[in-house]
């Protein structure tokens, strides 16, 4: 079983999203039988085995083995993954784009950013799995606790700096055999626990 999945074709994706499915897909991290999540969902066994096989036909799902129990032969499935993200691939046309309105202080071309992050990262991840390689990566994950919005604003400068000198150091356009990367850095405010709107949030200095 995989860590993370990827969900690149709509129609996966809009399969994953039904709350039936998503839950047999969370009761699949144990393998079980079409009776086995029956019982575990309180849910028709005709049901699930209806919802198992459109989570198979999307690759959600697999085939873990068949048991034979008298004349009949029980189906026993399991997740292709832990976890599952929705790549941004599968908005085609609306996704987001970078591109579009490159602005360093704006938390929407911060989203967009992600947004490529995740379906980028997202092709590698599924083509290494296919191959069954490891893709090269590395990140950072902080938190900061900036005493004003002027240390913010410092902290942001100093960062730039930092990296755009370890780019200078770093990029090679002739090198033979060379790999483009990418680099992503982003700063946001962490949201607060259980905020259900912008007034719940710590407000900005």
Not at 172 to 180: I, L, M, V, Y
């Amino acid at each position: 079983m995989l860590e993370i999945a990827v969900i690149e074709e709509p129609a996966a994706a809009e399969a994953s999203l039904d709350p039936i499915r998503s839950g047999i897909l969370a009761a699949l991290a144990e393998p079980g039988s079409a009776a086995m999540l029956a019982g575990r969902l309180g849910l028709p066994r005709q049901k699930v085995n209806y919802h198992l096989k459109e989570l198979e036909r999307h690759g959600l799902v697999e085939l873990a083995e068949e048991r034979r129990k008298g004349n009949v032969t029980e189906r026993i499935y399991r997740a292709c993954a832990a976890s599952y993200v929705i790549s941004p691939a599968v908005l085609a046309a609306v996704g987001p784009d970078p591109a579009r309105s490159p602005d360093q202080l704006s938390a929407r071309w911060l989203l967009a950013l992600a947004a490529r992050l995740v379906q980028e990262v997202g092709q590698l991840v599924t083509g290494a799995a296919r191959a069954g390689k490891r893709v090269a990566s590395y990140g950072i994950d902080a938190e900061v606790r900036f005493a004003s919005a002027a240390d913010r604003a410092a902290f942001a400068d100093e960062l730039a700096q930092a990296v755009a000198a370890l780019v200078s150091r770093y990029h090679d356009e002739t090198a033979p055999g060379g790999r483009t990367h990418r680099v992503v850095v982003g700063l946001h405010q962490k949201p607060a626990p259980h905020a259900t709107s912008q007034a719940e949030q710590e407000s900005p200095r």
